[in-house]
């Protein structure tokens, strides 16, 4: 699946729960935002986060952490251009 971002997009928070592996590339640029999470409660469906890690995809492949896996993707509006983003591999 292809993903295309427009300038200022961004997706929500998510994981690819189910998949150990991702690979994906990035025609231009979009910023990652990884996050780790702290405290799950389940009955109320809510968690605490923070953001330890932040990188710009510019092209080289990069990977979902497993260790990690919340994270979200932003196309910045200093980019000031269309990127599109697609999945090399996945393993389950």
């Not at 990069?62 to 393993?91: D, G, I, K, S, W």
């Amino acid at each position: 699946m292809t993903m295309c971002w427009e300038i200022g997009q961004f997706s929500a928070f998510h994981n690819h729960r189910g998949q150990n592996w991702l690979d994906v590339r990035a025609d231009r640029r979009v910023r990652v935002q990884n996050f780790r999470v702290d405290e799950r409660d389940a009955v109320c469906g809510t968690s605490t986060s923070f953001l330890p890690d932040t990188y710009d995809m510019t092209g080289a492949p990069a990977y979902v952490n497993p260790l990690q896996p919340v994270h979200q993707v932003l196309n910045l509006a200093e980019f000031n251009q269309r990127a599109v983003r697609y999945p090399m591999c996945t393993r389950s």
